[in-house]
Each structure stands twice: as structure tokens, then as C-alpha cells.
């Protein structure tokens, strides 16, 4: 077994430091990129980046050639190139789990580790928390020490009221002046057509846009064996049924929609990645890296 397979979400709810949180995802993930689907792509960190046409063979870093093989030069702060902006969803239906994570557990990690992970390669990082409105916002910044007051404000995540994605999306959309990359990370409970409305803005704005679609397995399956009282965490309403009376119209209903954002996320050049909390947080740093690849 691999380091990155012994860190699945439940062993790394369980740690209580986000920071390291942050680090055993991240580097759980590098270490296992020569074995995965990502085989090719690099992580270059702050301090490196490889030698190109144009740089000075007096930047080349020899000791670690020595250990590598590989030409590096120094990576000048004045070198970053990617403003990226983390928008959590923190609202109520966040919270649920079937399990030992929550959607809200499962996407603070990913955020943190995302940030991490863009830190480390010289990429601008902002986050901004949200539920029926905005609850707190920090600009990018691409200075390491950054990464601190980032963790300070994810770690203050609370399940909030309802959501209301659509205005936050249009909201941010004006706000933002210098073009960037945007990560949604949301259940995505609220009307899809609003929150379409609001992504097209991000790309009339001419942003770049991922979207991590965090949803609970039993939101996709409903795969409970007797009588259950489901209650809507937002609203509060109760109904109590017998699951497999409804099992087939819920999957039907539950595929409708991610197939929705599925085919309208591509046709307007939105990254659309759909991911369960019991899958490992590899899944998302994978799908973020091939993005950052293609947009350079």
C-alpha cells in the first residue's frame, strides 16, 4: 500500500491540525503521481521551476541537477502567473454525512489542500466562505506565509443556513477585476439554472472555472435497507418513506441533475468534476493539475 492510499478523507478527518491536513493530502498526491493517471505532469514548487529557453545557466540549482538529473533554476516571486480563488460553500446541506465525513469535512481539506498545493507552486491563492451570503473573504496572495492566515479562515468554517449559490457566483463575477481561475467547491443545492447563469458570468468575464461537485454516496444511491425519516437539513422538513419505494425515481433524479451541470459545464468550457466524500482527495489535485497544465 502506498502513503497516498493509507490518506483517505476518514483517516485524515481524524488528524485535528487543517495545516497538516493540508501537507499529507498534498504530498500523499505527489508521491503517487508517477503511479497514477497524472504520470507526466510536474509539481514545480516555489523555489524551482525547470530551466528554459531564455534563463541563465547562472540560476541552475547544481545540487539538485546532482540528485535529479534534471535542470532547475530559481522561482522569482515575481514569476507568478495564476490568481486562483477558492468559493466554499458552507451551508447547511454541507454538513450532512452518511459516514465519517461530511461534505463540509471533505471539501475544508480540499480547499486547504488546494491551497497548499498552489502556494507551493508560486500561484496566487484567495478563498471566500458563503452560504446565503458571503461570510468571509481573503484576497490572493502568493507569498508562502500566506498559506497561515488561508488555514486561519477555512478553519473557521460553520455550517450556515440555506444556500444561495446564484448571487454569490454573480456577486464575485463583478468583484473580481484581474482574470483568474475560479474553483466552486458545492453540493450545488440550489436551482441549477441560477447557478449556470452565475459560471457563464465567470466566463463572460473571461475566467477559467473548475467546479467540484461534493456530494455524499447516499445522496447518489439511497441505499437504505428500512423505514427512514428524512428531514431537509435547511428546512428543516421531514418525510418518512420506505427508501426502495423511491430508490429508483431518487438515482434518476439524482443523475438528471449532475448530468445537467455535466453537459452545461462543457458546452460553455467550465470544468466539471462530480466527486463523492469516500473518494480520495487525489481525484481533485489530479483534475486541478491537468487544469493548471492546459491553461499554463
Known amino acids: 500500500m502506498t502513503k497516498s492510499q493509507y490518506l483517505t478523507p476518514e483517516i485524515i478527518s481524524r488528524l485535528d491540525n487543517l495545516s497538516l491536513k493540508a501537507r499529507l493530502v498534498v504530498e500523499g498526491f505527489i508521491v503517487g503521481l508517477h503511479k497514477s493517471p497524472y504520470h507526466g505532469f510536474s509539481v514545480e514548487f516555489s523555489e524551482h521551476r525547470a530551466y528554459g529557453p531564455g534563463d541563465e545557466i547562472r540560476h541552475i540549482d547544481w545540487k539538485l ?16 502567473n495564476l490568481r486562483a480563488y477558492l468559493l466554499v460553500d458552507q451551508s447547511k446541506s454541507m454538513d450532512y454525512r452518511s459516514d465519517k465525513v461530511s461534505k463540509l469535512d471533505y471539501a475544508q481539506i480540499l480547499s486547504a489542500s488546494l491551497g497548499y498545493l498552489m502556494l507551493k507552486q508560486q500561484d496566487a491563492v484567495g478563498l471566500s466562505l458563503f452560504d446565503s451570503e458571503i461570510r468571509g473573504t481573503i484576497p ?10 488561508l488555514i486561519g479562515e477555512m478553519s473557521k468554517i460553520q455550517p450556515g443556513p440555506e444556500t444561495k449559490i446564484s448571487p454569490v457566483l454573480h456577486h464575485f463575477a463583478e468583484a473580481i477585476k484581474k482574470r483568474g481561475l475560479i474553483i466552486l467547491i458545492s453540493d450545488l443545492f440550489d436551482n441549477p439554472e441560477d447557478i449556470l447563469s452565475g459560471l457563464k458570468h465567470f466566463r463572460h468575464k473571461r475566467h477559467e472555472v473548475i467546479v467540484f461537485h461534493i456530494l455524499d454516496p447516499q ?3 439511497l441505499d437504505f435497507t428500512k423505514r427512514t425519516m428524512f428531514k431537509d437539513m435547511e428546512t428543516g422538513e421531514k418525510i418518512v418513506t420506505e427508501p426502495w419505494h423511491i430508490q429508483k425515481d431518487y438515482q434518476k433524479t439524482m443523475k438528471d441533475f449532475s448530468d ?3 453537459k452545461h459545464c ?9 466527486i463523492t466524500t ?12 491537468i487544469k493548471r497544465k492546459r491553461i499554463g
Do not use: C
Open 140 to 149: 490572493p496572495r502568493s507569498k508562502s506565509s500566506h498559506l497561515n492566515v
Open 260 to 262: 445537467f451541470f455535466k
Open 278 to 289: 469516500d473518494n480520495p482527495l487525489d481525484i481533485a489535485l489530479g483534475e486541478y493539475l
Open 65 to 80: 541537477w546532482g540528485k535529479t538529473e534534471r535542470y532547475y533554476v530559481k522561482q522569482f516571486e515575481e514569476e507568478t
Open 219 to 221: 445522496e447518489m444511491k
Open 266 to 274: 462543457r458546452q460553455n468550457n467550465i470544468d466539471y468534476i462530480p
